[in-house]
C-alpha cells in the first residue's frame, strides 16, 4: 500500500460562479458527492484523512532568521485559486487507484449537476522503506 | 502487546488453533474472527490477576464459542441456526484435545487466499495468524485504527463472498497457494525491515513478527524447501541489522558496514537452513535469495565476497522469475566479477523494462563511481535521490552524490560520518 496526498487548490474548474452564488440544492448535491465519496474511500479502508482548510482571510505566513522575532504577515500568497483549500489522505494499492479517487474528486458537481473538472494534485508521500532486501548489493 | 510476556507468547501461539476450531464448527470465519480476539483480550486482562487456567487452550476456544454464541443470538439470523447448533454442541473432548497444527495452516492458507489483494491478506494474517490487535496492526502500518478495522472487515467479506470452504488447498493449488502465504509473510517482514530505522518504539516489529509467522510455517511444513529458504533469507537479512544503520539512523551500504556487529547465531542458523533446504531439490526463488544472502555474510570482508557464485545464482533467479530487479541486481555482480563497464552495459537493457526506477539510476550511480566517472555518478544519485519514494535512500543517495562532489575519499567521509559510537 501506498499513500498519496490528494490535494485540491481554490480553483473553481470550468465553473467561475462562486459557490455563494449557486443555488441551495446545488451546495447540497455538492457536498452529498463528497460526503458519499468520503464514506465509500473510509468502507474500503483507503481513507487515512482528509481536512478542508480555510482560506486566505485567516492564513499567515511566517518567517525566521533564528535570532529576530519571527516576521508574521498576511501574505503575500499564491493566487487564490492556486492556494490549497484541502486535501485527502490516502492509502491505496496502486497509482492507478489514487489517480481514478482524484478523478473521481475533480468531477464534483456544480451549479446544474456540471461537473467542475477540478485540477485535483496527486502527490506520492515518502516512506521509510529500505533497498537492501531487494538490493542487497547497495 | 497486552499482558505479561509469557501470556503473551502463549496467547499469540494459541490464537489461530482456536480459531481454526471455532471456524471448523461454525462455518462463519468473520464471526469466528472477532470472537477469538474478544476472547484473547478477555485472557489478557484476567490470566494476570486469576492465573493462567491448567488448559489455557480449552479456556480460550471455551470463552470465544461463548463470544461467538452471543453474536450470532443477538443477530438473530435464521439462516445462522444451523451452526448455532453446531457451536452449542461440541464433539466430546475436542476442546482439551492436542493443538491440530492443521487448524492453523488452514486459517492461514484461508487469510493469505488469492482473491485478496496482498495489503489485505498481510493486514488478516496479522490478527489471526499473529494475534495482534486492529490498534497494533494499524500503528505498524501508520494508519488510523479505523482505516485498519475496515481493511480488515473488508478482507474478511471477501472471503465469505469467495466462499472458499475451509480446509486445506487441493494438491493441484497447493503450490500457488502456498506461493500467497510465503509472499504475504516476505511483505510482512519487508515492511517491518524497511522501518527499523523509524523512530517510533511503539511500533510493533513486523520483521520480527514475520520471523515467528515463518518459524511456525516452518515447523509445521519441514520439508519444504522453499518455506526453509524464506525463513532462512529473514534470519540472514535480520543478522545483517545492527549494522545497517548508524547512530543517527543513517544508511550505510553493504561494503562499508562492519561486519563485526552482524549477529553470528542468526547466520548461524540461516546457514544451516539453506544449506539444508538446497540439498533437497526444487529450487526457488526465496532460497536462490537466500543462499546469495549466506554468501555475502559468510564473507568476513567485502573483498573475500564470492561474486562468481553471486552472480551465478542471480543468473539462476533472474530465469526463474524474470524480475527486472534481479536483472538489476545481477548486474552488480558482473560488475564485481568482470569490471564496471560489463555491468553498465547490462544495465542498458534495463531502461525499458524499469523506466524511470530510482534503483537503476541509483545501481548506475554506484557503477559510474567504481569507473572513476564522477561527473555521471554524481548525475545519476541525484536523479536516483529525485525519484527515491524513501526518506532514507533519499538522504543515503544525496549524501553520496555531495560527498563525490566534494571530491572526497569515500574512506574518509565514512570515518567521519560514522564517527566511534556506532556501536
Same mark, same amino acid.
Given at each position: 500500500m501506498t499513500k498519496y496526498l490528494l490535494t485540491v487548490d481554490y480553483n473553481g474548474g470550468v465553473i467561475e460562479t462562486p459557490m455563494t452564488e449557486w443555488a441551495p440544492e446545488e451546495i447540497k448535491a455538492h457536498m452529498d458527492y463528497y460526503g458519499a465519496l468520503n464514506q465509500e474511500l473510509t468502507d474500503s479502508g483507503e481513507l487515512v484523512e482528509q481536512q478542508a482548510l480555510t482560506g486566505p482571510e485567516l492564513a499567515k505566513v511566517v518567517s525566521s532568521d533564528g535570532g529576530t522575532a519571527p516576521v508574521v504577515t498576511d501574505g503575500p500568497f499564491a493566487e487564490f485559486k492556486e492556494m490549497l483549500a484541502g486535501y485527502q489522505l490516502v492509502d491505496v494499492e496502486s497509482e492507478d487507484r489514487a489517480i481514478e479517487i482524484a478523478a473521481k474528486v475533480s468531477r464534483v458537481p456544480g451549479?446544474?449537476?456540471?461537473?467542475?473538472q477540478q485540477p485535483i494534485g496527486v502527490r506520492l508521500v515518502m516512506d521509510d522503506s529500505d533497498f537492501e532486501l531487494l538490493t542487497p548489493e547497495l | 502487546m497486552r499482558g505479561a510476556p509469557h501470556n503473551e507468547d502463549l496467547l499469540r501461539e494459541l490464537a489461530p488453533q482456536v480459531l481454526g476450531v471455532l471456524v471448523r464448527r461454525s462455518s462463519d470465519f468473520d464471526a469466528a474472527e472477532d470472537a477469538v480476539q474478544e476472547a484473547l483480550l478477555s485472557a489478557a486482562r484476567h490470566w494476570p490477576e486469576e492465573? /493462567? &487456567?491448567?488448559?489455557p487452550r480449552g479456556w480460550l476456544i471455551q470463552t470465544s464459542s461463548r463470544k461467538l454464541l452471543d453474536h450470532m443470538r443477538s443477530e438473530k439470523a435464521r439462516r445462522r441456526r444451523e451452526s448455532l447448533a453446531a457451536v452449542r454442541e461440541p464433539p466430546a473432548g475436542e476442546s482439551t484435545g492436542p493443538p491440530s497444527r492443521d487448524d492453523t495452516l488452514t486459517v492461514l492458507f484461508m487469510c493469505c487466499? &488469492?482473491?485478496? /489483494?496482498a495489503a489485505s491478506a498481510i493486514a488478516l494474517t496479522l490478527r489471526a495468524i499473529g494475534g495482534l490487535t486492529t490498534a497494533e496492526i494499524a500503528s505498524a502500518f501508520l494508519v488510523p485504527e479505523a482505516t485498519m478495522a475496515q481493511r480488515i472487515s473488508r478482507a474478511k467479506q471477501r472471503i465469505k463472498a469467495s466462499d472458499? &470452504?475451509?480446509?486445506m488447498p487441493t494438491r493441484a493449488e497447493w503450490t500457488q497457494r502456498l506461493r500467497s502465504v510465503l509472499h504475504a509473510l516476505y511483505l510482512i517482514f519487508n515492511e517491518g525491515y524497511a522501518s527499523s530505522a523509524g523512530d517510533d518504539l511503539h511500533r510493533v516489529e513486523l520483521s520480527s513478527e514475520a520471523i515467528r509467522l515463518t518459524r511456525m510455517v516452518h515447523r509445521m511444513l519441514p520439508d519444504d524447501s522453499e518455506v526453509a529458504g524464506l525463513l532462512a533469507l529473514m534470519l540472514l537479512t535480520d543478522a545483517r541489522r545492527p549494522a545497517? /544503520?548508524?547512530?543517527?539512523g543513517e544508511l550505510i551500504a553493504l561494503d562499508e558496514q562492519?561486519? /563485526?556487529?552482524?549477529?553470528r547465531q542468526l547466520i548461524a542458523e540461516g546457514v544451516a537452513l539453506i544449506d539444508g533446504a538446497v540439498t533437497k531439490g526444487a529450487v526457488g526463488e526465496y532460497q536462490l535469495q537466500a543462499a546469495i544472502a549466506a554468501l555475502h555474510v559468510r564473507a568476513a570482508r567485502v573483498e573475500h565476497t564470492d561474486w562468481p557464485q553471486i552472480l551465478a545464482l542471480y543468473g539462476l533467479l533472474e530465469r526463474m522469475t524474470g524480475n527486472p530487479v534481479v536483472s538489476l541486481n545481477r548486474a552488480i555482480a558482473a560488475a564485481m566479477v568482470h569490471g564496471p563497464a560489463e555491468g553498465l552495459t547490462l544495465l542498458g537493457a534495463l531502461d525499458e523494462r524499469l523506466p524511470r526506477h530510482y534503483r537503476l539510476d541509483a545501481v548506475r550511480a554506484h557503477l559510474f563511481e567504481m569507473v572513476g566517472d564522477v561527473e555521471a555518478a554524481v548525475k545519476h544519485y541525484r536523479a536516483a535521490a529525485s525519484r527515491t519514494t524513501s526518506v532514507p535512500e533519499q538522504r543515503y543517495l544525496t549524501k553520496r552524490a555531495a560527498r563525490l562532489r566534494a571530491g572526497l575519499d569515500a574512506k574518509d567521509v565514512k570515518n567521519s560520518t560514522q564517527g566511534p559510537s556506532t556501536d
Amino acid at each position: 500500500m501506498t499513500k498519496y496526498l490528494l490535494t485540491v487548490d481554490y480553483n473553481g474548474g470550468v465553473i467561475e460562479t462562486p459557490m455563494t452564488e449557486w443555488a441551495p440544492e446545488e451546495i447540497k448535491a455538492h457536498m452529498d458527492y463528497y460526503g458519499a465519496l468520503n464514506q465509500e474511500l473510509t468502507d474500503s479502508g483507503e481513507l487515512v484523512e482528509q481536512q478542508a482548510l480555510t482560506g486566505p482571510e485567516l492564513a499567515k505566513v511566517v518567517s525566521s532568521d533564528g535570532g529576530t522575532a519571527p516576521v508574521v504577515t498576511d501574505g503575500p500568497f499564491a493566487e487564490f485559486k492556486e492556494m490549497l483549500a484541502g486535501y485527502q489522505l490516502v492509502d491505496v494499492e496502486s497509482e492507478d487507484r489514487a489517480i481514478e479517487i482524484a478523478a473521481k474528486v475533480s468531477r464534483v458537481p456544480g451549479p446544474g449537476g456540471m461537473p467542475l473538472q477540478q485540477p485535483i494534485g496527486v502527490r506520492l508521500v515518502m516512506d521509510d522503506s529500505d533497498f537492501e532486501l531487494l538490493t542487497p548489493e547497495l | 502487546m497486552r499482558g505479561a510476556p509469557h501470556n503473551e507468547d502463549l496467547l499469540r501461539e494459541l490464537a489461530p488453533q482456536v480459531l481454526g476450531v471455532l471456524v471448523r464448527r461454525s462455518s462463519d470465519f468473520d464471526a469466528a474472527e472477532d470472537a477469538v480476539q474478544e476472547a484473547l483480550l478477555s485472557a489478557a486482562r484476567h490470566w494476570p490477576e486469576e492465573g /493462567t &487456567p491448567d488448559n489455557p487452550r480449552g479456556w480460550l476456544i471455551q470463552t470465544s464459542s461463548r463470544k461467538l454464541l452471543d453474536h450470532m443470538r443477538s443477530e438473530k439470523a435464521r439462516r445462522r441456526r444451523e451452526s448455532l447448533a453446531a457451536v452449542r454442541e461440541p464433539p466430546a473432548g475436542e476442546s482439551t484435545g492436542p493443538p491440530s497444527r492443521d487448524d492453523t495452516l488452514t486459517v492461514l492458507f484461508m487469510c493469505c487466499h &488469492p482473491s485478496l /489483494t496482498a495489503a489485505s491478506a498481510i493486514a488478516l494474517t496479522l490478527r489471526a495468524i499473529g494475534g495482534l490487535t486492529t490498534a497494533e496492526i494499524a500503528s505498524a502500518f501508520l494508519v488510523p485504527e479505523a482505516t485498519m478495522a475496515q481493511r480488515i472487515s473488508r478482507a474478511k467479506q471477501r472471503i465469505k463472498a469467495s466462499d472458499v &470452504p475451509f480446509g486445506m488447498p487441493t494438491r493441484a493449488e497447493w503450490t500457488q497457494r502456498l506461493r500467497s502465504v510465503l509472499h504475504a509473510l516476505y511483505l510482512i517482514f519487508n515492511e517491518g525491515y524497511a522501518s527499523s530505522a523509524g523512530d517510533d518504539l511503539h511500533r510493533v516489529e513486523l520483521s520480527s513478527e514475520a520471523i515467528r509467522l515463518t518459524r511456525m510455517v516452518h515447523r509445521m511444513l519441514p520439508d519444504d524447501s522453499e518455506v526453509a529458504g524464506l525463513l532462512a533469507l529473514m534470519l540472514l537479512t535480520d543478522a545483517r541489522r545492527p549494522a545497517r /544503520t548508524d547512530a543517527d539512523g543513517e544508511l550505510i551500504a553493504l561494503d562499508e558496514q562492519d561486519r /563485526t556487529l552482524w549477529d553470528r547465531q542468526l547466520i548461524a542458523e540461516g546457514v544451516a537452513l539453506i544449506d539444508g533446504a538446497v540439498t533437497k531439490g526444487a529450487v526457488g526463488e526465496y532460497q536462490l535469495q537466500a543462499a546469495i544472502a549466506a554468501l555475502h555474510v559468510r564473507a568476513a570482508r567485502v573483498e573475500h565476497t564470492d561474486w562468481p557464485q553471486i552472480l551465478a545464482l542471480y543468473g539462476l533467479l533472474e530465469r526463474m522469475t524474470g524480475n527486472p530487479v534481479v536483472s538489476l541486481n545481477r548486474a552488480i555482480a558482473a560488475a564485481m566479477v568482470h569490471g564496471p563497464a560489463e555491468g553498465l552495459t547490462l544495465l542498458g537493457a534495463l531502461d525499458e523494462r524499469l523506466p524511470r526506477h530510482y534503483r537503476l539510476d541509483a545501481v548506475r550511480a554506484h557503477l559510474f563511481e567504481m569507473v572513476g566517472d564522477v561527473e555521471a555518478a554524481v548525475k545519476h544519485y541525484r536523479a536516483a535521490a529525485s525519484r527515491t519514494t524513501s526518506v532514507p535512500e533519499q538522504r543515503y543517495l544525496t549524501k553520496r552524490a555531495a560527498r563525490l562532489r566534494a571530491g572526497l575519499d569515500a574512506k574518509d567521509v565514512k570515518n567521519s560520518t560514522q564517527g566511534p559510537s556506532t556501536d
